[in-house]
């Protein structure tokens, strides 16, 4: 009877060092990641808050995108009088990507010229959102207000969906403009392309972005 006591102790203790070094190990990597120093929020941040795992796991992405490249994220700048949130930027070698992330559950359907897109939900219910293409179009020309000296040309815009919802009927014109989820985002990195900043150019924009956005 006694060996099967200690047995079962040394099981839950061998539980217990496994979830901690578990814990340990997360709380290590994601305190040498580029989110933390990005953002400062700690691992138990992550845990708790929503929309806080989303945005790490939005830098997860783009920090592993081939080529010269920084990232920023929640970054806020002026639009029409009031600040407004940047979800991510991507200073990438072949471009400055202006991320805007949206957080929806259903089917989503818009065109690039409607003033609002429809989320369909279930039993013909439905939500009305402002069309995410025209909200990143005035972030981006509040960026390049910021940044009078980079070539518009450079600006490329990304409207990202989390996973939770599907495509239904989406219909772009634009070649600077990228309708994605967030599932998506590796196969999208891997396709970049072209030389339109140098290292130095990222490196500058950076540190003017870091301290402005």
């Excluded at 003033?115 to 439905?126: A, D, G, M, V, Y």
């Excluded at 909200?135 to 450079?154: F, G, H, M, N, S």
């Excluded at 490329?156 to 989390?162: D, P």
């Excluded at 994605?180 to 924009?205: M, N, V």
Aim: glycine share 8%; charged share 25%; aromatic share 8%.
């Amino acid at each position: 009877m006694m060996q099967g006591v200690s047995l079962v102790k040394l099981i839950l203790i061998i539980l217990v060092i496994l979830i901690v070094g578990y814990f340990m190990v997360n709380i290590y990597r994601h305190d040498n990641s580029t989110f933390y120093k990005l953002t400062g929020y700690s691992y138990l941040d992550m845990v708790a808050n929503k929309k806080i795992r989303t945005m790490y796991r939005l830098v997860n992405e783009l920090d592993q995108v081939n080529g010269n490249h920084k990232v920023l994220v929640d970054g806020q700048v002026p639009v029409n009088g009031e600040l407004q949130t940047i979800s991510g930027i991507l200073l990438h070698e072949s471009g400055i990507y202006v991320m805007n992330l949206k957080e929806k559950s259903g089917w989503i359907n818009g065109r690039e010229q409607d003033p609002e897109w429809k989320e369909l939900l279930h039993q013909e219910k439905f939500r009305v959102f402002e069309n995410p293409i025209h909200e990143t179009k005035r972030l981006i020309y509040a960026l390049q207000d910021q940044l009078p000296e980079v070539d518009e040309q450079v600006f490329q815009s990304v409207v990202l969906f989390t996973n939770g919802c599907s495509f239904q009927k989406i219909e772009i014109q634009s070649e600077h403009v990228e309708v994605l989820k967030t599932g998506e985002l590796k196969k999208w990195g891997s396709s970049l392309r072209g030389k339109a900043l140098s290292e130095t150019d990222i490196q500058t924009l950076f540190a003017t972005l870091d301290g402005s956005t």
